[in-house]
T-cell receptor, first 109, second 112 residues
Framework: RKEVEQDPGPFNVPEGATVAFNCTYSNSASQSFFWYRQDCRKEPKLLMSVYSSGNEDGRFTAQLNRASQYISLLIRDSKLSDSATYLC??????????FGAGTILRVKS | DAMVIQNPRYQVTQFGKPVTLSCSQT?????MYWYQQKSSQAPKLLFHYYDKDFNNEADTPDNFQSRRPNTSFCFLDIRSPGLGDAAMYLCATSRVVLEPLHFGNGTRLTVT
């Protein structure tokens, strides 16, 4: 089993749609969780940290489910500019941060 | 603006010819990382420094070395690049381990 797994997609959605991605992780003791956005041929950029209580930033909501060992990212009212690859990042044994392979989102007009 | 800067943006080297990639930061972060990212794959951690403490990933090839002469700079040396080493190399920093990573804009390495 991979340490961090994501559905690669692509998720093709119309503008204005709500879309959600999940990311599962293998280490039940993981403490740090993040969502990054990566545009084609660019570096990853931090979208949001994921806290135990869940957190929201505008149209983006992140949640953590420790019992089932996954984090989720919900995007409401999708914009064309949301098209990107979304990477989840989780700390693993030895305190290293491990990336999932990413979920591709394509928002179409 | 405080940032992480990688040079060069694009690097072309010949098979077997040593190459060095550089990274500098003005964030004064304790931790610096090198990740390798191949097309459509996750960034893969090669090594990281916590201050001067070097941490090598078990599956990082011996061909890859790193130096951190001071807080601000970190270098990735590839001693004998192979075709399979062509990738985007990403430098990142964090204040402490497990805090969010701040990435430089990457160096895309081509091996001919």
């Amino acid at each position: 089993r991979k340490e961090v797994e994501q559905d690669p997609g692509p998720f093709n959605v119309p503008e204005g749609a709500t879309v959600a991605f999940n990311c599962t992780y293998s280490n039940s003791a993981s403490q740090s969780f993040f969502w990054y956005r990566q545009d084609c041929r660019k570096e990853p950029k931090l979208l949001m940290s994921v806290y135990s209580s869940g957190n929201e930033d505008g149209r983006f909501t992140a949640q953590l489910n420790r019992a089932s060992q996954y984090i989720s990212l919900l995007i409401r009212d999708s914009k064309l500019s949301d098209s990107a690859t979304y990477l989840c990042v989780v700390n693993m044994w030895g305190n290293k941060l491990v990336f999932g392979a990413g979920t591709i989102l394509r928002v179409k007009s | 603006d405080a940032m992480v800067i990688q040079n060069p943006r694009y690097q072309v080297t010949q098979f077997g010819k040593p190459v060095t990639l550089s990274c500098s930061q003005t964030l004064n972060h304790n931790v610096m990382y090198w990740y390798q990212q191949k097309s459509s794959q996750a960034p893969k951690l090669l090594f990281h420094y916590y201050d001067k403490d070097f941490n090598n990933e078990a599956d990082t090839p011996d061909n890859f070395q790193s130096r951190r002469p001071n807080t601000s700079f970190c270098f990735l040396d590839i001693r004998s690049p192979g075709l399979g080493d062509a990738a985007m190399y990403l430098c990142a920093t964090s204040r402490v381990v497990l805090e969010p990573l701040h990435f430089g804009n990457g160096t895309r390495l081509t091996v001919t």
